[in-house]
T-cell receptor, first 115, second 112 residues
Framework: DGGITQSPKYLFRKEGQNVTLSCEQNLNHDAMYWYRQDPGQGLRLIYYSQIVNDFQKGDIAEGYSVSREKKESFPLTVTSAQKNPTAFYLC??????????????FGPGTRLTVT | AQSVTQPDIHITVSEGASLELRCNYSYGATPYLFWYVQSPGQGLQLLLKYFSGDTLVQGIKGFEAEFKRSQSSFNLRKPSVHWSDAAEYFCAVGGIGNQFYFGTGTSLTVIP
């Protein structure tokens, strides 16, 4: 059964700690994405990766880091430098058609709370 | 620059009534257009997509959308809303470099 998994569903951390959110896909998609969602602000792109070992910053990359060592995996680390990390984080993947994204599939999300 | 605008932050409709959610986009070429739905605390689910061809596209759950190039719009419609349609709806444009641009969403409330 193909899809995207994110773990854990809920994550709690103390301020000042780094935390890594997991994202795995078995759709054989080349591109993967991380979004942050806050109430009333829609989806904001943190990082995206079009191929293994390559990734680009999105609109709000400060305080976050990623890696893409395998096609299936795109973990996101929320560092202590991120000033307001409490949010809902969504991972997605897509394939392309003629150089444009074909469609994007989303994971169920991870809700991170930092206190 | 690419952008997507959803003018309606929140819409309330009665169950059984028709629905139209507005979406306007700005994109330099022929866009790939999408509508997604999100239930509270969940990921986004694709409702429908437009790449080319017939400008009226059908999706899941009885939704349809019409691409109007002259108006740069891709409005989502449903003839009869069900209580289970209450959710957040996002319009998106797919662009060069595998990037997606999302609107800020429209929250739909369905009243009995």
């Amino acid at each position: 059964d193909g899809g995207i998994t994110q773990s854990p569903k809920y994550l709690f951390r103390k301020e000042g700690q780094n935390v890594t959110l997991s994202c795995e896909q078995n759709l054989n998609h080349d591109a993967m994405y991380w979004y942050r969602q806050d109430p009333g602000q829609g989806l904001r792109l943190i990082y995206y990766s079009q191929i293994v070992n390559d990734f680009q910053k999105g609109d709000i990359a400060e305080g976050y880091s990623v890696s893409r060592e395998k096609k299936e995996s795109f973990p996101l680390t929320v560092t202590s430098a991120q000033k307001n990390p409490t949010a809902f984080y969504l991972c997605a993947s897509s394939t392309s058609l003629g150089g444009l994204p074909y469609e994007q599939y989303f994971g169920p999300g991870t809700r991170l709370t930092v206190t | 620059a690419q952008s997507v605008t959803q003018p309606d932050i929140h819409i309330t409709v009665s169950e059984g009534a028709s629905l139209e959610l507005r979406c306007n986009y700005s994109y330099g070429a022929t866009p790939y257009l999408f509508w997604y739905v999100q239930s509270p605390g969940q990921g986004l689910q694709l409702l429908l997509k437009y790449f080319s061809g017939d400008t009226l596209v059908q999706g899941i759950k009885g939704f349809e959308a019409e691409f109007k190039r002259s108006q740069s719009s891709f409005n989502l419609r449903k003839p009869s809303v069900h209580w289970s349609d209450a959710a957040e709806y996002f319009c998106a444009v797919g662009g060069i470099g595998n990037q997606f641009y999302f609107g800020t969403g429209t929250s739909l409330t369905v009243i009995p």
